[in-house]
């Protein structure tokens, strides 16, 4: 009995201490490790909605801290990377992953003594990398550092690469708030200097839009000679860039682009043989491309565009066989174009506009904004041409054939040339075209609606100003679709007839002004264009719209038309009214009847009104005045009646009011005075009775003051010391029952003179602006106004 209960006791006990001691744990992550992560977890906010204010959604996959947890092996949580025998945590991409905060408030990250790398980039950690934080970065064989895209500010403290001396990669690209270029990371002279002689290592450097206007270009020759990608872009870099620098033995990208105050000259001899990309884009580089640059033999990008060189190409770039991508737009290069070029199979861009090229007219690609002559005739076939831009030329004769073999094409611009004869059937064939623009040209002939229907790729159509080209259907055009298309513009052609085989959600841009337009939208064709922004439909023959295309619009111009009858039920629907987005309404030079709706005053979003040159009667609604967002009010020529409101609210946004040629009577009214934005007054030849306004004098803006044929009377006021009219360069009282003499100090700033007849022609001299005038005041300051709202401009 007594061996028993001592078996049983020995039993007992080795079971109590089996139990006390915990079991082998199966997590490779580091209990000490794991918790600093879960710290730096609860420092940091996740808000996507924060980072992507603007309703941007970042494309990359986001990394989840949320579901860091300890019931997790650390080393298996998404962004964290572990060695696989000592567990020790050796990596972590939390690249956009809408972190917020400050990284450098609390140091639980940097308790992480065997990092080896690092990606924080595309967040929004905010702080500074000054001398308290660099002592955080005390890291054993770093090698990785990439902080771009964040928040981060301040000097670059010099201690920070006395510390991370084994990196070999380092981005501190995009970090500041981009409105604000104070709060830009900022290199010193000595913080750059240390980290180009204790960087030993370094092969890849980007610092994009980090400020380095202090440094010093030559403190470059010391960088490491295991570059391979160096990226200085925007860094408001000056002086004169040292050529040795392009003869890194190992550099493969070469990035200066941005910096406007960055001169040099392209090395004539010892490039850098592996280079790949070289971007000296928006610099101050000089003198001609040289021919060693035909040793470039693994270059695949050049970007040159925006400098100051000179001379003609060299042949030497076609001997680049690589190039796939070559700008030198805006580089006052002159001369022919080098045949050679024309055998890069690869090329996708090649962009030579903005120069002074000459000579026949070459094979392919972007040639806009040049002195090119003659035909399109040897347009050669490089399967993997995307893009052509061959705009603002001298090309004539018709479009070849040939062009449209180009069957990778998705954009298309021969715009602003001397093309003459019909549009090819084969440009339909291009099936992955997005956009095509053939305008300012003269093509003749019809588009046909079956033929164009091919292509469902399309977004842009401008083939506006070819007034001898029409547009073609079919009887099946109900049945077309164009699901991606946003802008079509047909102005200034031979339209004859709505193009209703349009009809798509996304259509957002529709111009068919100038063109021989009859009849009326229907009801049918208005409710295919639900999506529309902008509609222009100036000069046209249109008598009615039987329904309002769309509730999104914010442009709508019906000028000079021959629309009849009441503005509601002819051109705005009884929706239309509550409608937040239509900021411009130009219904002018029409028959249109009957009152101004009160309704329209419920657009809170109008910045322009114009219903002049119809047959309106009636008063002027007081609600007009509080139209706070209105800039452009234009009624003359009409029959209105009564006096002028004066309800013009304080601090109203009016800058040009055109009141005349109508029957209004009474006062100008004192709640003018409120339009502290008005340039142009025009109330002349109604029946207004009143004396001169002289507190008009207080407006800081007012350029025009035309006050003619009405029934003012007295003297002008001689004692105006504070009121002094100091903008003022037109005035014209003629025609008013004025008395005494002509005070002087009125017209000391004046700069125009007024002839004798009816129509008056005003003469500005030069230092006042103008956009096109004709010989009417009202023509002159239309072309000059309302040119401010085009139809497919900001609305």
């Known amino acids: 009995m007594g061996s028993l209960c001592l078996v049983l006791v020995v039993l007992q006990l080795s079971w109590s201490l089996s139990s006390s001691v915990p079991p082998p744990s199966s997590h490779l992550c580091l209990p000490h490790q794991r918790d600093a992560l879960l710290h730096f977890k609860t420092t940091i906010s996740v808000d996507c909605d924060f980072y992507h204010d603007d309703g941007y959604r970042d494309p990359y996959p986001r990394i989840d801290i949320e579901s860091w947890n300890k019931s997790i092996d650390c080393c298996s949580w998404k962004g964290v990377k572990c060695?696989?025998?000592?567990?020790?945590?050796?990596?972590?991409?939390?690249?956009?992953?809408?972190?917020?905060?400050?990284?450098?408030?609390?140091?639980?990250?940097?308790?992480?003594?065997?990092?080896?790398?690092?990606?924080l980039s595309s967040n929004n950690l905010r702080g500074s990398l000054l001398e308290n934080t660099s002592s955080l970065f005390r890291f054993h064989g770093f090698r990785r550092l990439n902080l771009a895209d964040n928040g981060f500010d301040g000097?670059?403290?010099?201690?920070?690469?006395?510390?991370?001396?084994?990196?070999?990669?380092?981005?501190?690209?995009?970090?500041?708030?981009?409105?604000?270029?104070?709060?830009?990371?900022?290199?010193?002279?000595?913080?750059?200097?240390?980290?180009?002689?204790?960087?030993?290592?370094?092969?890849?450097l980007v610092l994009?839009?980090?400020?380095?206007?202090?440094?010093?270009?030559?403190?470059?020759?010391?960088?490491?000679?295991?570059?391979e990608h160096l990226s200085f872009s925007w860094c408001q870099l000056?002086?004169?860039?040292?050529?040795?620098?392009?003869?890194?033995?190992?550099?493969?990208?070469?990035?200066?682009?941005?910096?406007?105050?960055?001169?040099?000259?392209?090395?004539?001899?010892?490039?850098?043989?592996?280079?790949?990309l070289l971007d000296l884009s928006e610099c101050g580089f000089k003198?001609?491309?040289?021919?060693?640059?035909?040793?470039?033999?693994?270059?695949?990008?050049?970007?040159?565009?925006?400098?100051?060189?000179?001379?003609?190409?060299?042949?030497?770039?076609?001997?680049?066989?690589?190039?796939?991508?070559?700008?030198f737009s805006s580089c006052n290069l002159s001369g022919p174009l080098p045949i050679t070029i024309f055998n890069l199979t690869k090329i996708t861009h090649l962009d030579l506009s903005y120069n002074h090229l000459e000579g026949p007219f070459p094979n392919h690609l972007d040639l806009s904004y040049n002195k090119l002559v003659g035909s399109i005739d040897r347009i050669q076939k490089p399967s993997s041409i995307q893009e052509v831009y061959l705009s603002y030329n001298n090309i004539s004769g018709s479009i070849p054939c040939s062009i449209f073999d180009l069957v990778n094409l998705t954009s298309l611009d021969l715009s602003s040339n001397n093309l003459s004869g019909p549009i090819p059937d084969s440009i339909f064939d291009l099936v992955n075209l997005t956009s095509l623009d053939l305008s300012s040209n003269d093509l003749s002939g019809g588009?046909?609606?079956?033929?164009?229907?091919?292509?469902?790729?399309?977004?842009?159509?401008?083939v506006s100003s070819n007034s001898l080209l029409s547009l073609s259907t079919s009887g099946n055009d109900v049945n077309y679709s164009f699901p991606q298309l946003t802008t079509v513009l047909f102005s200034g052609c031979s339209v004859r007839q709505f193009p209703n085989f349009f009809r798509t959600s996304k259509l957002t841009f529709l111009?068919?002004?100038?063109?021989?337009?009859?009849?009326?939208?229907?009801?049918?064709?208005?409710?295919?264009?639900?999506?529309?922004?902008?509609?222009?439909?100036y000069h046209n023959f249109l008598t009615a719209l039987e329904q309002f295309p769309g509730n999104n619009l914010g442009y709508l111009n019906l000028r000079s038309n021959l629309l009849q009858g009441p503005i509601l039920s002819t051109c705005l629907n009884p929706q239309i009214p509550s409608s937040k987005e239509l900021s411009v309404i130009i219904i002018s030079k029409n028959k249109l009847t009957g009152n101004i709706p009160s309704s329209i005053c419920n657009l809170s979003s109008l910045d322009v009104l114009d219903l002049s040159e119809n047959s309106l009667r009636g008063t002027i609604s007081d609600c007009f005045g509080n139209l706070r967002s209105l800039e452009f009010m234009n009624l003359q020529m009409n029959n209105f009646y009564g006096k002028i409101p004066d309800s013009f609210v304080n601090n109203s946004k009016l800058s040009h009011l055109l009141l005349n040629d109508n029957l209004l009577e009474g006062l100008v009214p004192p709640s003018l005075a409120n339009c502290i934005s008005l340039e142009l007054l025009n109330l002349g030849k109604n029946k207004l009775s009143d004396r001169f306004p002289y507190w008009l004098a207080s407006l800081p803006r007012l350029q025009i003051l035309i006050l003619r044929f009405n029934r003012f009377h007295?003297?002008?006021?001689?004692?105006?010391?504070?009121?002094?009219f100091s903008a003022l360069r037109i005035i014209d009282l003629s025609g008013n029952e004025f008395t005494g003499t002509l005070p002087t100090k009125l017209f000391q700033n004046l700069r125009a003179m007024k002839g004798t007849w009816d129509c008056v022609d005003y003469h500005c001299p030069s230092n006042v602006s103008i956009m096109g005038w004709t010989n009417c005041l009202y023509h002159w300051w239309w072309n000059m106004k309302v040119l401010k709202y085009p139809p497919f401009g900001k609305l």
């Open 447 to 462: 588009i046909k609606s079956d033929m164009l229907s091919k292509l469902t790729s399309l977004e842009f159509l401008d």
């Open 208 to 227: 994009d839009t980090v400020d380095m206007s202090d440094v010093a270009l030559t403190s470059l020759l010391n960088l490491s000679s295991s570059l």
């Open 511 to 537: 111009d068919l002004s100038n063109n021989v337009i009859s009849g009326g939208i229907s009801k049918w064709e208005a409710e295919g264009w639900e999506g529309l922004i902008s509609l222009d439909l």
């Open 83 to 119: 060695n696989n025998v000592t567990g020790h945590v050796i990596g972590m991409d939390l690249s956009h992953s809408c972190l917020l905060g400050s990284l450098f408030a609390n140091n639980s990250l940097f308790q992480l003594h065997n990092l080896q790398w690092l990606d």
């Open 155 to 204: 000097i670059i403290s010099s201690k920070l690469f006395s510390q991370l001396v084994s990196l070999t990669h380092l981005n501190l690209s995009y970090n500041g708030f981009f409105d604000d270029i104070e709060s830009y990371l900022r290199f010193d002279g000595h913080g750059f200097d240390m980290l180009a002689r204790n960087l030993t290592k370094l092969r890849n």
């Open 238 to 276: 000056h002086g004169e860039f040292p050529t040795q620098a392009f003869q890194l033995p190992n550099l493969k990208v070469l990035d200066l682009s941005g910096n406007e105050n960055l001169a040099g000259y392209l090395p004539n001899t010892n490039w850098s043989s592996g280079l790949e």
């Open 714 to 724: 007295g003297s002008l006021p001689h004692s105006i010391a504070s009121f002094s």
């Open 287 to 327: 003198e001609s491309i040289p021919a060693s640059c035909g040793n470039l033999t693994q270059i695949i990008s050049v970007g040159l565009e925006g400098n100051s060189l000179e001379g003609q190409i060299p042949d030497v770039f076609g001997n680049l066989r690589k190039l796939t991508s070559l700008s």
